[in-house]
């Protein structure tokens, strides 16, 4: 009989709510079980004489704990699970988005997209026209003849997606995809959000994120109307209009050291207007990320070093109470828990890796909404009879956990999805070198944070 060993893909996260108890995720089979201390150091170096029952090790085997693979026959096993995840991914669910305008209202100092909407880049001022949105609509039959397979949200996003000039047609985008059964999501900065009063509805808008980068000081001095000045009072009751509306918000803060602080203060805002309490309203802490390309080193902006930091410094200070930016891992974590399921597997963490179709008022398609408008990344056009596909499209829709260089080894494959094809980019060799966000850094943060909710039956 072969050796049992303790599988390389078993992910041991120490509960701080418990005295001695481990949580066990296994990264290939999906398995989530809560152990005793004294079960895991006998796991760790299992052997004939083990204390372990017969029927525990069996159970721990069947989970994929226990192992008589070796570490390179379960690496090849996770990279063949990550080319037919990936092939199956990619024959499902698709993904599409209209940038309506890459105009801005806003001119915010870290934003990837201001080498677009630069005053006096007559470039960015193109808006699609009723013509393009209808050929828009018949692509996206073309990539998928199977609408059942669409997503059913449909992404608004720029620039700005809601500028009072285009209200005419975002109505035709939002009307036109009513009768063909799409709901749709936006992305806005909230400042002229009153201007499209008239149509807001939840038939029509399923969700609406709106920036609000801290308190009214530090709002203001980053995230202002370019012409128009000040913008927090009037996106706060912006929020309010929506929320009346029974639209599902999600007001993001993109979170550096200088308004860290501010969420006591904003909750308290929101607190006062009633927010908190209504069931469509979500605050988030978002990590702010320095562009290469964008880097700003104003006194408005002090980025917090990593991912990581981020959800440290949350921890220590709001102790959770705060959702903060982690790649989905609390939410998750918190949803298997409570269903008593395995954790879902991906080969990609991101559509734009197999099936996200963002089309543009210059014609063309993209995949990743931080490549928008860079040219070198155009997938596709889609203004003749049919698509006319680039080279660049295969770049994006063929990389996986299992032919990324790093991922490939990493026993977090599977549960992470991989990096940002954007990241990998900006990198020295580009699509062929390699970049990791450090998923596995933050990991045991979410996973008690989801551990004690779940077991204080909290809501998220």
Request: aromatic residues 14%.
């Amino acid at each position: 009989m072969e050796k049992l060993k303790l599988s390389y893909y078993t992910i041991p996260v120490k509960l701080e709510s418990e005295e001695n108890k481990y949580l066990l995720v296994h990264g290939y089979t999906g398995a989530i079980d809560v152990v005793d201390g004294d079960v895991w150091s006998q796991m760790k170096n299992i052997s004939s004489d083990s204390d372990l029952s017969a029927e525990a090790v069996l159970l721990l085997q069947k989970r994929g704990y226990l192992t008589t693979k070796n570490k390179g026959e379960e690496l090849n096993y996770v990279i063949r699970l990550a080319h037919m995840f990936h092939q199956a991914q990619s024959k499902l669910y698709k993904s599409f988005g209209f940038i309506v305008s890459y105009n801005c209202s806003f001119r915010c100092p870290y934003c990837f997209e201001n080498e677009i909407s630069n005053h006096g880049n007559q470039w960015s001022k193109q808006v699609f026209t009723k013509e393009m949105v209808d050929k828009a609509y018949n692509a996206m039959l073309e990539i998928e003849p199977r609408q059942k397979l669409h997503f059913k949200q449909i992404l608004l996003f720029g620039g700005e997606p809601l500028l009072r000039e285009n209200k005419k047609i975002v109505e035709y985008i939002v009307l036109k995809g009513a009768q063909l059964g799409y709901t749709f999501k936006v992305t806005t900065n909230g400042y002229d959000i009153d201007y499209f009063e008239d149509i807001l509805s939840p038939h029509y808008f399923s969700f609406v994120q709106i920036t609000l980068d801290g308190n009214k000081e530090h709002h203001n001095a980053r995230r202002f109307h370019y012409i128009e000045g000040d913008s927090f009072d009037k996106i706060m009751t912006n929020i309010g209009i929506l929320l009346k509306k029974d639209i599902n918000v999600l007001v993001k803060v993109n979170t550096d050291n200088n308004n860290f602080y501010d969420f006591n203060f904003l909750r308290e805002q929101f607190d006062t207007l009633g927010y908190t309490k209504n069931p469509h309203f979500e605050l988030k802490s978002s990590f702010l990320r320095s562009f290469n390309f964008n880097a700003d080193t104003s006194d408005n902006i002090d980025y917090i070093p990593s991912i990581t930091t981020l959800n440290k410094k949350h921890k220590e200070e709001y102790n959770g109470e705060i959702y903060s930016q982690d790649f989905g891992i609390y939410k998750r974590f918190y949803s298997y828990l409570r269903n008593k399921s395995r954790c879902r597997l991906f080969s990609a963490s991101c559509a734009s890796h197999y099936g996200s179709f963002l089309f543009d008022p210059m014609g063309d398609i993209y995949t990743c909404l931080e490549i928008i408008g860079k040219k070198e990344y155009v997938i596709g056009s889609f203004l003749e009879d049919n698509i006319q596909w680039t080279e660049v499209r295969k770049h994006w829709f063929e990389k996986n956990v299992g032919n990324s260089v790093g991922c490939k080894v990493c026993k977090y494959a599977l549960l992470c999805g991989g990096p940002c094809l954007a990241r990998i980019k900006h990198t020295k060799d580009g699509f062929n070198s390699f970049y990791c966000d450090k998923f596995k850094n933050i990991f045991s943060i979410s996973i008690n944070k989801a551990y004690i909710a779940y077991k204080n039956n909290q809501s998220i």
